[in-house]
C-alpha cells in the first residue's frame, strides 16, 4: 500500500477564486488520479496524471478548469479554476500500487465549499 | 442507466448481525471487481479485490463476483460497530487505455449496539 497525504484538508473559497490542491505519497508511484465525490454521486474521475506526460482528462472536465502537475513521482497538484458553488465537492487524489491498475489507494480527500 | 447501480441505503442492523451489500452492473467487460470502505471524512479504503467470477473470504468479509448475473456481492459476518461506514463497490474492464475504476454510488451501513 501506499500512504497519502492532501492539502488542505478542507478550504471555503469565494466564486470566482482558483484553489491548489496538494497530493503528496510517500513511495515513487506511477499512475495518480484525481476524482470528485459529489453528494450521493459516486467517484468521477476527474484526470490521469503520470509523471513526464501532459494528464488525461476525462469527459466533462478539461484542463483550463483543473490544471495539474505531475513534476515528480510522489506528487501532484490538482486546480480548481475560477470556482463556482457547483464546485463543491470532495476531491480526491489516488495512486496505483501494484501490477494492474486496479488496485488503487486514496489519499483522505479534500472538501472544498464555494460561496 | 449507470453503469454500477447500488443501493445507497442507509441500511441499519444490530451488532452481531450479517450483512450483505450488493451492486450490479451492466458492462460485462467488467473483469477486475474491487470493495472500499469509507468512513465519514476519510478517503475510500481498499477492503477487497476479486478477479473474475468466484468468492474470496478475508476475516469476516466475503467477496462474491457473479458474472452471467452481474452481480457482485459483500458479506459482513459478526457486524460490528466499527463496520459502520460507506462500502463502495467498484469495477473495471481490461482495456487497452488502462483500467479505469467505475465505481457505485455507495452504501450507507449502520451497525447498531
Known amino acids: 500500500s501506499a500512504v497519502i497525504s492532501q492539502k488542505p484538508s478542507r478550504d471555503i473559497c469565494q466564486r470566482g477564486t482558483s484553489l491548489t490542491i496538494q497530493c503528496q505519497v510517500d513511495?515513487?508511484?506511477?499512475?495518480m488520479f484525481w476524482y470528485r465525490q459529489q453528494p450521493g454521486q459516486s467517484l468521477t474521475l476527474i484526470a490521469t496524471?503520470?509523471?513526464?506526460?501532459?494528464?488525461?482528462?476525462e469527459s466533462g472536465f478539461v484542463i483550463d478548469k483543473f490544471p495539474i502537475s505531475r513534476p515528480n513521482l510522489t506528487f501532484s497538484t490538482l486546480t480548481v479554476s475560477n470556482m463556482s458553488p457547483e464546485d463543491s465537492s470532495i476531491y480526491l487524489c489516488?495512486?496505483?500500487?501494484?501490477?494492474?491498475?486496479?488496485?488503487?489507494?486514496f489519499g483522505p480527500g479534500t472538501r472544498l465549499t464555494v460561496l | 442507466q449507470k453503469e454500477v447501480e447500488q443501493d445507497p441505503g442507509p441500511l441499519s442492523v444490530p451488532e452481531g448481525a450479517i450483512v450483505s451489500l450488493n451492486c450490479t452492473y451492466s458492462?460485462?467487460?467488467?473483469?477486475?471487481f474491487m470493495w472500499y470502505r469509507q468512513y465519514s471524512r476519510k478517503g475510500p479504503e481498499l477492503l477487497m479485490y476479486?478477479?473474475?467470477?468466484g468468492n474470496k473470504e478475508d476475516g469476516r468479509f466475503t467477496a462474491q463476483v457473479d458474472k452471467s448475473s452481474k452481480y457482485i456481492s459483500l458479506f459482513i459476518r459478526d457486524s460490528q460497530p466499527s463496520d459502520s461506514a460507506t462500502y463502495l463497490c467498484?469495477?473495471?474492464?481490461?482495456?487497452?487505455?488502462?483500467?479505469?475504476?467505475?465505481f457505485g454510488t455507495g452504501t450507507q451501513l449502520k451497525v447498531e449496539l
Open positions: 489516488s495512486v496505483v500500487v501494484g501490477s494492474t491498475t486496479d488496485t488503487q489507494y
Open positions: 513511495s515513487q508511484v506511477t499512475m
Open positions: 496524471a503520470n509523471q513526464g506526460s501532459e494528464a488525461t482528462y
Open positions: 458492462n460485462s467487460a467488467f473483469q477486475y
Open positions: 476479486t478477479y473474475s467470477s
Open positions: 467498484a469495477m473495471s474492464a481490461v482495456t487497452g487505455g488502462g483500467n479505469k475504476l467505475t
